[in-house]
Nanobody, 113 residues
Framework: QVQLVESGGGLVQAGGSLRLSCAAS????????MAWYRQAPGKQRELVAT???????TYVDSVKGRFTISRDNATNTVYLQMNSLKPEDTADYYC???????WGQGAQVTVPS
């Protein structure tokens, strides 16, 4: 059974930082690409960052240079370090395998304007 548990969200002032964690289980972890997504109020879910099994990373342009995705294959955990946060980063953040269809509860991130 697939299970994704995100944590680390919260309210932070603009310019601040947060680190999200995601514990994944139910599918092979170490060999698969993992990703972070986000969904802002009234908007569609968007792909934010990906990390391949070997550590290669990609980012959506809006977070390049500010967010860092990483993974720990020993603990089946993926992280998202978010620095220099902006109000437009406000969203619910979710992790998943690429192509995964089951979602966790997400981590809410709020950056007041």
């Amino acid at each position: 059974q697939v299970q994704l548990v995100e944590s680390g969200g919260g309210l932070v002032q603009a310019g601040g930082s947060l680190r999200l964690s995601c514990a994944a289980s139910g599918r092979p972890f170490g060999i698969n690409t993992m990703a972070w997504y986000r969904q802002a109020p009234g908007k569609q879910r968007e792909l934010v960052a990906t990390i391949l099994s070997g550590g290669y990373t990609t980012y959506v342009d809006s977070v390049k240079g500010r967010f860092t995705i990483s993974r720990d294959n020993a603990t089946n955990t993926v992280y998202l370090q978010m620095n220099s946060l902006k109000p437009e980063d406000t969203a619910d953040y979710y992790c998943n395998w690429i192509g995964g269809s089951c979602w966790g509860q997400g981590a809410q991130v709020t950056v007041p304007s």
